[in-house]
């Protein structure tokens, strides 16, 4: 009987292991890692934590982070918030469904920014050693506070023991103030894509930096917003629209909407109907003498930017009846993640009233030197070629560039107040105008 027992015994067990042994084994997938920016303007010394990923911010605002998941970033004891991680971050990203008016945000953008050890803010935010360390002793901030001059006086005054200096904290308007110059620039560039649905072809946009002075205004006044411009090239019509985000000039309802700060980001821009497509228009002659009827639209675009280099949306054409839609996407050409400025412009051919000529955009990324590089891209042709040339600090035409294939580009850049006067290019044909905009990027 006791043999019988243990034949029993050992029958169970080889059962119960041949049952493990059948199942199936599930690795842990490892995490996907990336790079990221932490962008208040540049912000180094910033404490970050995403999964294993755990660091302090370099010089150029870098971070780590596991894709798909959560990044918090803290300064010491203070934790300004958590957001998913992306290959660019700002205060926006760290609270939900925020905007660069949301009271939190700006009052992290006031404590980031008293922080700066070696002012002006437009050349980064340098969190210094000798601060992170007296941070660890710091209790939690609470940002949505009225009074934040007070709830900070303690931090304030470690920050003026330990860096020598006297610490400035922002008031709330500053503050905001400060954020969309840097959201303004982050957004600001060129992005080429493809429309797709009920007609096909190139996309070229041109977002403001917001600092215009000859693009479709008829005042010197800048509009101080994303504004997204732009050229749509239809490959069925062998022909392209006129983008356009200027709310003030041609769109008297209004209904553009610049690139929004805020979690949506989203975007509405439209061609009016300056080539007169159903033929109404209030003038006649060449395209400069053209007056669209006031709101008519030949076609409108609402997208969102899914990230700063990238964007999508939905577009439809009105004109002519009846309306077709579909879809489109762009990502970002040229804009050198370290160039010190980055300055952007749109071309056209003049009088090209059947809108089938060269037309295009311009990129100009300038280091601090002022050697000037960046991307000619032409949208009728399909084409892009490299350009090359300096900027010098002051004159006019202080722009002269050259593309590969010898087009000469200049123009009178201001490059602390972003903006671009005078700019002509010119392929052997003549000299043709264009306008553009820029902003300090690093």
């Not at 010394?45 to 971070?63: H, N």
């Not at 490959?235 to 629209?241: F, G, L, Q």
């Not at 955009?361 to 070629?385: K, M, P």
Request: include cysteine; charge should be negative; proline fraction near 5%.
């Amino acid at each position: 009987m006791r043999k019988l027992s243990l034949s029993l015994v050992t029958i169970a067990a080889l059962t119960l292991a041949g049952c493990h042994g059948d199942e199936p084994h599930h690795p842990t997938t490892a995490p996907t890692i990336a790079q990221g920016v932490f962008k208040d303007s540049t912000v180094s010394g910033l404490t970050f934590e995403s999964g294993g990923q755990r660091g302090v911010t370099d010089a150029s605002g870098s971070f780590s982070y596991e894709v798909d998941n959560f990044i918090t970033f803290s300064v010491g004891g203070v934790t300004l918030g958590s957001g998913i991680g992306a290959p660019i971050m700002t205060p926006v990203d760290l609270i939900p469904l925020a905007s660069s008016d949301s009271p939190r945000v700006k009052n992290i953008v006031r404590f980031l920014t008293m922080l700066d050890s070696t002012p002006p803010l437009s050349d980064g935010i340098q969190i210094s050693s000798a601060v992170q360390s007296v941070s660890n002793s710091w209790n939690q901030i609470d940002f949505t506070s009225v009074n934040l001059d007070a709830d900070l006086a303690s931090i304030i005054s470690d920050v003026a023991s330990v860096d020598a200096r006297t610490p400035v904290l922002l008031n709330t308007t500053e503050a905001k103030q400060h954020l969309t110059s840097t959201l303004l620039c982050m957004y600001s560039g060129a992005f080429v894509g493809r429309f797709s649905g009920g007609d096909q072809g190139r996309i070229g946009f041109y977002v403001s930096s917001g600092k215009d002075v000859t693009y479709g205004r008829n005042t010197a006044d800048t509009s101080g917003a994303n504004e997204v411009y732009g050229i749509a090239y239809s490959t069925s019509t062998t022909r392209y629209a006129r983008i356009s985000g200027d709310g003030i000039k041609y769109d008297a309802n209004p209904r553009f909407l610049p690139v929004g700060h805020n979690y949506i980001r989203r975007f509405i821009s439209g061609a009016p109907d300056f080539s007169d497509v159903d033929g109404d228009s209030v003038a006649a002659g060449n395209l400069a003498a053209l007056t669209p009827i006031p709101g008519e639209l030949e076609s409108s675009y609402i997208g969102n930017f899914t990230t700063p280099n990238s964007t999508s949306g939905e577009w439809i054409k009105r004109i002519p009846f009846p309306a077709t839609t579909g879809e489109f996407s762009a990502t970002r050409i040229g804009g050198a993640p370290d160039a010190i400025h980055r300055f952007t412009a749109q071309y056209l051919t003049t009088a090209d009233t059947g809108q089938t000529q060269d037309a295009g955009l311009f990129t100009f990324d300038i280091d601090s030197l002022g050697n000037v590089s960046g991307l000619a891209y032409n949208i009728v042709n399909n084409t892009q070629e490299g350009l090359t040339g300096t900027l010098t600090p002051t004159g006019i035409n202080n722009l002269q560039v050259t593309t590969t294939s010898g087009i000469t580009i200049t123009a009178t850049i201001n490059p602390s107040a972003g903006t671009i006067v005078g700019g002509l290019w010119n392929n052997g044909g003549g000299n043709n105008p264009f306008t553009g905009s820029g902003c300090r990027l690093n």
